[in-house]
């Protein structure tokens, strides 16, 4: 495992950061106090080949290892978190579609997905269930040519947006392998929105309510077997913590890099900020643990690539990644002082 990035990683982390100065951060704010999608942006994504960076080629995809896709997702996060969100949700059905899926799935979606003229999300909380996905209880109903859901589902991200959605439901009572996997279309007779959620970040990322009342999907949708959903879930989930985790991890160097630079110009007593130990000390802190979540991100993408088991390391560090997001931003607030409670656009 080299902890050393190559040329083309270079390469692509120094343009995706002058994308992000020059496209991103002169409009993100604006989407984010009106709650838009940013569109343009991904239009601009699209530009760069990057909606669908991990499906191959022959799909209209860029075809990275896990370990450069974390790498953007990182980079894009220090300046856009929503963005770095939706984008990883819409690379989500791409690989479930790419693993499980068959020849005329790939042609008739992935490829769309790929190149950005769709955009993809990711359906299987419901309002009861959650972390325990087994306990999910939208029912398909084999009818025909048809499967017919039923139920409501939550915390969709990129709902409404999205034009393809993986949606997970119960084909029989067995609590994981009753479970399928189905594509769903936007425009489908019998799905509809339902409440958009009001949150208190990553507002530009949409966070949508789906709702099935006899919606009928082609049985030619079905991804995978019958009773084969829940297994299909867990690995994209597996890879979603990566994702998260890098997304995690370029929140919390943002945060830590704007609040070591306000240490040094910011003055009290007659010097810096940076000057008193209790600063030096918290910055510490924030460096130390921002580095150990990059090892454990890293490590997760590294056995990703290499077909090594990935499940315990991803979820240590989407874990490790996400409190350290909030312990290094929670400190920066602090150093930021009274100006930390203020919206700024920096």
Not at 297 to 314: C, E, R, Y
Request: hydrophobic share 40%.
């Amino acid at each position: 495992m080299s902890f050393l990035l190559t040329e083309e990683q270079k390469h692509l982390q120094e343009t995706i950061r002058k994308f992000c100065i020059s496209e991103i951060a002169p409009r993100i704010q604006e989407y984010e106090e009106k709650e838009e999608f940013p569109r343009i942006i991904f239009e601009k994504l699209r530009e760069l080949s990057l909606m669908g960076m991990i499906t191959p080629e022959k799909y209209g995809g860029a075809d990275l290892d896990f370990s450069t896709y974390a790498l953007v997702i990182e980079e894009l996060s220090k300046y856009a978190l929503s963005v770095a969100v939706s984008l990883s949700v819409t690379g989500l059905p791409q690989n479930i579609i790419n693993t499980f899926g068959n020849e005329e799935q790939k042609e008739t979606y992935l490829k769309d997905l790929a190149m950005g003229k769709k955009l993809g999300a990711f359906s299987l909380s419901e309002p009861g269930s959650g972390s325990d996905a087994a306990g999910l209880k939208t029912k398909a109903e084999h009818k025909g040519a048809y499967t017919i859901l039923n139920g409501t589902k939550c915390f969709v991200t990129n709902g409404k947006e999205a034009e393809i959605y993986l949606v997970f439901a119960r084909t029989s009572e067995d609590k994981t392998k009753g479970i399928s996997a189905f594509i769903v279309e936007k425009g489908m007779k019998g799905f509809s929105f339902g409440k958009k959620e009001k949150k208190m970040a990553l507002q530009s990322s949409p966070t949508l309510e789906l709702i099935f009342k006899d919606c009928a999907v082609p049985e030619k949708n079905l991804v995978g077997k019958s009773g084969q959903g829940f297994q299909i879930a867990m690995q994209a989930l597996d890879c979603g913590r990566i994702t998260i985790g890098a997304a995690s991890l370029g929140l919390a160097t943002r945060a830590f890099e704007e609040a070591r630079e306000y240490a040094k110009t910011r003055t009290q007593f007659g010097k810096s900020l940076s000057q008193f130990q209790a600063i030096q000390m918290m910055l510490a802190d924030m460096a130390t643990a921002i580095e150990y979540s990059r090892l454990l991100v890293q490590k997760a993408a590294f056995l990703k690539d290499h077909s090594l088991p990935f499940s315990k390391i991803a979820s240590m560090a989407k874990t490790v990644a996400s409190d350290t997001a909030m312990q290094v931003t929670t400190k920066a607030v602090q150093i930021f002082g009274g100006n930390g409670y203020l919206q700024r656009k920096f």
